[in-house]
């Protein structure tokens, strides 16, 4: 069994900061992408970042700049560092990992930025 756990939300004031953190546990191996995603209300989930077992990561354009990915693969663990946050950013974030034959999605986490 494998769960996916987001952790790090939270209300923040515009131009704030925030760390979103994800760790995938149980019987996974062998992870390839470490990605977020975001949805805010009434809207589509939206790309966030992805950052790939060989250290490459890819940003939406409108948290280029702003937002930082990062990965700890010995602990199966993402991270993204929200900076200059602002109210256009407030969605749920979610946690999506994928690898050869699988792919599993966290449960989010609510980030709020109030201007």
């Known amino acids: 069994q494998v769960q996916v756990v987001e952790s790090g939300g939270g209300l923040v004031q515009a131009g704030g900061s925030l760390r979103l953190s994800c760790t995938a546990s149980?019987?996974?191996?062998?992870?390839?992408?470490m990605a977020w995603y975001r949805q805010a209300p009434g809207k589509q989930s939206d790309f966030v970042a992805r950052?790939?077992?060989?250290?490459?990561?890819n940003y939406a354009d409108s948290v280029k700049g702003r937002f930082t990915i990062s990965r700890d693969n010995a602990k199966n663990t993402v991270y993204l560092q929200m900076n200059s946050l602002k109210a256009e950013d407030t969605a749920v974030y979610s946690c999506?990992?994928?690898?050869?034959?699988?792919?599993?999605w966290g449960q989010g986490t609510q980030v709020t930025v109030s201007s």
């Open positions: 999506n990992v994928v690898g050869l034959g699988y792919e599993y």
């Open positions: 149980g019987r996974i191996f062998n992870i390839d992408v």
């Open positions: 950052a790939t077992s060989d250290g490459s990561t």
